[in-house]
């Protein structure tokens, strides 16, 4: 991505973002990735970056553990392979075991579930393997504390033994020499000591005469002699030779482990590089975390659709004071590309321009931006910035000519993939003449169809954004109230500079500000004034909308309250159709209990009979409690016989209708009516019924069984 000038990254901030970034790496590469952050123009490879930081960032939010906790800086290891000879100490090679091991845990991590839910970071093992021949050389010459093994080679096995006993045999008379030196109250310190490589005993200095060996030197006080017995010379010999023969055969073996390594340089490499990649890109989702930032959707198109963006510097700034930031929202697309803001100063136009500035820098360079994630942005080839004081010595420029040959290199090198910042466009010169060529420069830069943000105070500006295709205004709010900036951008209109609202408030003297509104232009003075009550007026309606929206929001509460309700309240009826049914049950069982104690007690009664009549007499109880149980039965199974072959018609009754009875459920043919009442055939038999206890019914239609 071009930008200019030199300087247009370092004025919007952007090496602050690199510096935070920075601090998150815990690898050289990883710190390097990050010094030399670039900005990229193609997309894919926006996207697939984006996609990486995204996804770590979602490792990090699930607490789900990814295997790269290792710092390893191996630049030094991996040069050594590359040389003929060299050799890798046992420290050393350890390091790139642990590399290997890194990766082969990447490997592991990267399952089949994984390699889709985390496609991004997949792709960075894509081109290489986990070799094991790399820990198992390793493993065959060193143990795990970095040490060659004994039995690394048959040589140095023998070494090693042969070692073992002339120290053996050397602690066993070293012990012996320092009893009977000990006896003879000859020795300073009962400690050994080594000395040149030798051991030697401490004795007093006065006694170095008595005693046979090698005096290999004193203390400082010269009153501690340290001496090798006489009898532990050979055997100290012994050991000193076979310890250089030790040193020469590690090398060797460490040598050839060196050489056998040298064969994977490219593959170690690669394992390195992909180490770093991975610290680089956990170090953009720290940084994505510390900022709120998000993965927005990008397109191949230049536009901007920015929905509750925020300042990432100043959004960490205030967090840190416990200080609200204020989001901006922005879209700029083929129809509407060039933003003119307005606004009182220090009222946020500077913070906002460079919040789109940064947050453009940020996404192409692959970092998640403080967006909502619904925002959209496009790619731009080309970034040009004018903000604040570009006053040369070394070219002799004044701030406007400085001014004016920036804005020619704008409208000579603007195209539709640019995208500009010009802070308080035609300022420096006289406002008249200054406004003319902010016109013509916005004119020019519209038909390259740029995109870009303007700040400005001049009124022409504001005017002609609403004339010239592609340029539309924006307004900074301010509270004229209060005197204080509400930081919040309001698209579609031109914002007043409220210079008199704000004299006023401060106390300045009626009678100046008097004087200087006569001084204005009275056409300029009316639409500043016009502008000034728009935005107040704005202002109250939106007001007036968030409590609306307020109240929308607890109607919709209200209404879910009252869902809920409802739905406990069918649930209720549920369970209260449940406790009838059961009641319906309990009374049957009640019946029966009864009928059951009446049953026997007919029984007992029959028992105490004596005669044929008396037992008659139980007997007729009996059969009327049974009958009427029984005739209940009949009753209801002949109503669900009815109900089943017939339904009601819903009707007034006519002679010849088949009708049913609603005392006792029985259907018959209506052969006569007489005034309210109606004779029913039902068999052989009419019956004298009131039309009131008659319903006209038919027969339900058979259904057909295919």
Known sequence: MKYFPESALMQLEFDKVQALLQLHCKTELGYQKAVNLRLHTHIDYVKAALQQAHEFKQLILMQEYFPNDHVLNLHTELRMLEI????????????????????????????????????????????????????????????????????????????????????????????????????????????????????????????????????????????????????????NNDIQSLEREEGREVYRILKAMTASLSAYKVLLNGYHEILGTYDFIRAKAKLALDMDANYPSVVPQAQLHLVQAYHPLLLIYNRQNSKPTIPVNISLDKDAHILVISGPNAGGKTVTLKTVGLIQLMLQSGLLVPVHPSSQLGI???????????????????????????????????????????????????????????????????????????????????????????????????????????????????????????????????????????????????????????????????????????????????????????????KHQQITFMKLQNQIKEADLTYLKDMERKLKQVVVEWKRANDINEKEKVMKQAEILLFRRREKQINEKHNKKVQDKFEEVGRQCQVGDQVKILTNRQVGRLIEIRDKRGIVQLGNIPINVKLSDLVVVQEKPTESVD
């Open 84 to 235: 003929e000879g060299a050799y890798l100490t046992g420290e050393q090679a350890m390091n790139l075991r642990k590399l290997a091991e890194s990766m082969h845990s990447i490997f592991r991590f990267f399952d089949h579930d994984r390699r889709i839910q985390y496609g991004g970071l997949a792709e960075v093992i894509k081109d290489t393997y986990y070799e094991k021949k790399v820990t198992a050389i390793i493993d065959e010459v060193l143990d795990e504390t970095g040490q060659v093994r004994d039995n690394a080679s048959p040589e140095l096995s023998r070494i090693r033994t042969a070692l073992f006993r002339k120290r053996t045999d050397l602690r066993r008379i070293f012990d012996r020499i320092l009893q009977k030196l000990q006896k003879l109250n000859y020795l300073a310190d009962q400690e050994e000591a080594f000395l040149n490589g030798r051991r030697v005993v401490a004795i007093y200095a006065e006694n170095k005469r008595m005693v046979k060996g090698i005096i290999h030197g004193e203390s400082d006080t010269r009153k501690t002699a340290f001496l090798e017995p006489e009898e532990t010379i050979e055997l």
């Open 380 to 570: 731009f080839k080309q970034l040009m910035i004018h903000i604040g004081d570009t006053q040369s010595l070394e070219f002799e420029l004044s701030t406007y000519s400085s001014h004016l040959k920036n804005m020619k290199y704008f409208m000579e090198n603007a195209n539709g993939r640019t995208l500009f910042f010009i802070d308080e466009l035609g300022s420096g010169s006289d406002p008249n003449l200054g406004g003319a060529f902010a016109e013509v420069i916005m004119e020019e830069l519209a038909k390259k169809h740029s995109f870009g943000i303007v700040t400005t105070h001049y009124l022409n500006l504001k005017v002609m954004a609403n004339k010239v295709k592609g340029i539309i205004n924006g307004a900074m709010g301010f509270n004229e109230e209060t005197l204080m900036p509400m930081y919040k951008l309001m698209i579609g209109k031109p914002g007043s500079s409220y210079t008199f609202s704000i004299a006023e408030r401060i106390g300045l003297n009626p009678s100046l500000i008097s004087r200087a509104k006569k001084l204005v232009d009275e056409g300029h003075f009316q639409l500043d004034k016009l502008l000034n009550k728009a935005e107040q007026d704005l202002q109250k309606v939106e007001a007036k909308e968030k409590d609306l929206q307020k109240l929308l929001k607890e109607n919709e509460k209200l209404k879910r309250e009252y869902e809920i309700l409802a739905d406990k309240e069918k």
